[in-house]
């Protein structure tokens, strides 16, 4: 499982079969030839969030986190647009490049909600990956900022995605 598949698994909406995966998961983090010290330090600390509260609480959490709080949306657009009428153009791009990889989006979610991005950066090469995210850089780092200063878990999960949406990373 690359870095963007997992990460895009830890930003959904908690669920018994994400618990009921967490050895997996830690296995996958362990395994990932993707990711730095850094990055792999972050996602385990992740999991031991997940580990130390019930689901119940996981999932107040992350609705409290990114439902009930604008700031902290995981539908990219809205960082940009908000209700603006522009934003339904950039969903309907994001949905055609989709279309234009081969990737059918088979969940309810609109184009621009931040796990179904990372699926689809799970699907380029990494080159492709970081160039694609980096359109998006300064809403994610906005969003991680956001996330830092409400002392969210899933703060540091936003961050390694921040760090990879840049194109220095390229050049490095």
Known sequence: MRLYKMLSVLLEYPDQELIDHL???RGEIDDCVDMDDEERSAMRRFLRHL?????TEL???YVKTFDLTAEHSL?????????DKNRGPALIDLGELYKDYG???VTNELPD????ILEFAAYLEEGEASVFLADAHKVLNVLADNLKKAESPYAPLLSIVEGRAT??????
């Open 103 to 105: 990737v059918e989006v």
């Open 167 to 172: 194109l220095t990373r390229l050049a490095a």
């Open 23 to 25: 050895q997996e998961l």
């Open 75 to 83: 539908h990219l657009t809205h960082h940009l647009f908000g209700d």
């Open 51 to 55: 580990e130390s509260a019930s689901l």
């Open 59 to 61: 999932q107040a959490d």
């Open 113 to 116: 909600y931040l796990p179904l």
